[in-house]
C-alpha cells in the first residue's frame, strides 16, 4: 500500500464547476500538506500550504485537512479551463526531510 | 518562477552513456533535493543534500550519484544509462526548518535511445 493515495483521473468538468481533488495518506505522522499544480512540461507549482488539521483559503482554492480520517482535499471554485493541469498532493512530517507525493489527478476543465 | 534554475531542459542520450544535471537552488535556500518523475511512477525522492552534505537518499540507483557544492549548486550523475531511466528529473529547493515547503525547477527531460 502506498503512502499517499491519490486518484489519478482524468477529471473533466465543464466552466464554473466546482472542483473536489482529494487525497488519503496511511502515516499519522505527515504534519505538513501541500498542494502542487503541474502544467504540461513544467515543474510543480506550490498551490497552497497547510500544517495540522483544518482549512485554508486562497482565491478560489480551499485547501482541507482532516487528521483523523487521514483525508486531505483540495477545492476550486469558479472552475477555468486554465485550470487544467495535473493536481499533486504532497506531505511531510515534522522534522521529516522527505515530501511524499502522490500520483497526481489530472484535471480538464471545458470551456 | 520559483527561482530554482535547472539545465539543461531537454537531453538526449544514447543507452551506456553518462549524463550531469545541474541545478541551482533558490536564493539562500541550502536544501536540494532530486526527484524523477515517470509516467508509471509518479513523482519519486531521489537525495537530498543540505548544505553540501548528503542528508536523505529514497530511490536512488546506484548507478546515479549527486553532490552539492560550496556555492549551493547541485548535479546529478547518471550513468551507464538504460532506456528505463528515460523520465523528467526535478530538483527542489527550500529554506532550513520545518515550515517551508519544496519549490521546484521547471525539470531535465532525458530522453535514452
Known amino acids: 500500500q502506498k503512502e499517499v493515495e491519490q486518484d489519478p483521473g482524468p477529471l473533466s468538468v465543464p466552466e464554473g464547476a466546482i472542483v473536489s481533488l482529494n487525497c488519503t495518506y496511511s502515516?499519522?505522522?505527515?504534519?505538513?500538506f501541500m498542494w502542487y499544480r503541474q502544467y504540461s512540461r513544467k515543474g510543480p507549482e506550490l498551490l497552497m500550504y497547510t500544517y495540522s488539521s483544518g482549512n485554508k483559503e486562497d482565491g478560489r482554492f480551499t485547501a482541507q485537512v482532516d487528521k483523523s480520517s487521514k483525508y486531505i482535499s483540495l477545492f476550486i471554485r469558479d472552475s477555468q479551463p486554465s485550470d487544467s493541469a495535473t493536481y499533486l498532493c504532497?506531505?511531510?512530517?515534522?522534522?521529516?526531510?522527505?515530501?511524499?507525493f502522490g500520483a497526481g489527478t489530472r484535471l480538464f476543465v471545458k470551456a | 518562477d520559483s527561482g530554482v534554475t535547472q539545465t539543461p531542459k531537454h537531453l538526449i542520450t544514447a543507452t551506456g552513456q553518462r549524463v550531469t544535471l545541474r541545478c541551482s537552488p533558490r536564493s539562500g535556500d541550502l536544501s536540494v533535493y532530486w526527484y524523477q518523475q515517470s509516467l508509471d511512477q509518479g513523482l519519486q525522492f531521489l537525495i537530498q543534500y543540505y548544505n553540501g552534505e548528503e542528508r536523505a537518499k529514497g530511490n536512488i540507483l546506484e548507478r546515479f550519484s549527486a553532490q552539492q557544492f560550496p556555492d549551493l549548486h547541485s548535479e546529478l550523475n547518471l550513468s551507464s544509462l538504460e532506456l528505463g531511466d528515460s523520465a523528467l528529473y526535478f530538483c527542489a529547493s527550500r529554506t532550513s526548518g520545518d515550515n517551508s515547503p519544496l519549490h521546484f525547477g521547471n525539470g531535465t527531460r532525458l530522453t535514452v535511445t
Open positions: 504532497a506531505m511531510r512530517p515534522t522534522g521529516g526531510f522527505k515530501t511524499i
Open positions: 502515516n499519522s505522522a505527515f504534519q505538513y
